[in-house]
């Protein structure tokens, strides 16, 4: 795993650079290619924050703790991104399972029946809307006008598809698509 580790109002020492190499690569385990891992480590008020996002087989796992002790924070993060990977492979696995059975008949001889599993993804609504050019700005008061918490958006300065979302910090952030 190739690590990039910042620092955010905190002095991140070779200490705790190591742990966090040290926990993170135990999840090496769940990837077969070489994976980045970036991992954000401040001090909001009283509490140490550590962020890590793991990119691996075009697959994006977050992660975000705080405590007062940044190990602890360290600790809690792994198991949080170890769940998550655990519980998308389940889902992975799942579906190149039903993918790979051609008619519905299963091995036990019972048929499978589409819509069948649980733990499925249930889109309930679609909406269309037409994307018209503005700056962040904008694009921020229409979100809030809204009531949503993101909205998409064509950026006026780039011509390209953007969103613009509210953080749990009050602020917002866009997602910006590379090519």
Same mark, same amino acid.
């Given at each position: 795993?190739?690590?990039?580790?910042?620092?955010?109002?905190?002095?991140?020492?070779?200490? *705790?650079?190591?742990?966090? /190499?040290?926990?993170?690569?135990?999840?090496?385990?769940?990837?077969?290619?070489?994976?980045? #891992?970036?991992? !954000?480590? =401040?001090?909001?008020?009283?509490?140490?924050?550590?962020?890590?996002?793991?990119?691996?087989? =075009?697959? *994006?796992?977050? #992660?975000?703790?705080?405590?007062?002790?940044?190990? #602890?924070?360290?600790? =809690?993060?792994?198991?949080? &991104? /170890?769940?998550?990977?655990?519980?998308?492979?389940?889902?992975?696995?799942?579906? @190149?399972?039903?993918? #790979?059975?051609?008619?519905?008949?299963? &091995?036990?001889? =019972?048929?499978?029946?589409?819509?069948?599993?649980?733990?499925?993804?249930?889109?309930?609504?679609?909406?269309?809307? @037409? !994307?018209?050019?503005?700056?962040? /700005?904008?694009?921020?008061?229409?979100?809030?006008?809204?009531?949503?918490?993101?909205? !998409?958006?064509?950026?006026?300065?780039?011509?390209?598809?953007?969103? @613009?979302?509210?953080?749990?910090?009050?602020?917002?952030?866009? &997602? /910006?698509? @590379?090519?």
């Amino acid at each position: 795993m190739k690590f990039e580790i910042i620092g955010r109002r905190y002095d991140v020492t070779d200490k *705790i650079k190591d742990y966090v /190499e040290k926990k993170l690569s135990k999840l090496d385990k769940f990837f077969k290619d070489e994976t980045k #891992a970036r991992v !954000v480590i =401040g001090t909001i008020k009283e509490n140490d924050y550590i962020e890590a996002t793991i990119y691996a087989g =075009g697959m *994006i796992y977050r #992660a975000e703790k705080s405590d007062k002790e940044i190990l #602890a924070a360290i600790d =809690g993060i792994v198991d949080v &991104i /170890e769940r998550q990977i655990r519980k998308n492979k389940t889902r992975l696995e799942k579906k @190149i399972k039903r993918e #790979a059975v051609s008619d519905n008949h299963l &091995i036990t001889g =019972g048929t499978y029946v589409d819509g069948e599993e649980t733990g499925e993804f249930e889109i309930v609504k679609t909406k269309r809307f @037409i !994307v018209k050019p503005m700056s962040v /700005e904008e694009a921020i008061l229409q979100m809030k006008l809204l009531g949503h918490s993101f909205f !998409v958006f064509k950026n006026q300065e780039t011509d390209e598809m953007n969103i @613009i979302y509210a953080r749990n910090d009050g602020k917002f952030a866009v &997602i /910006e698509s @590379i090519e």
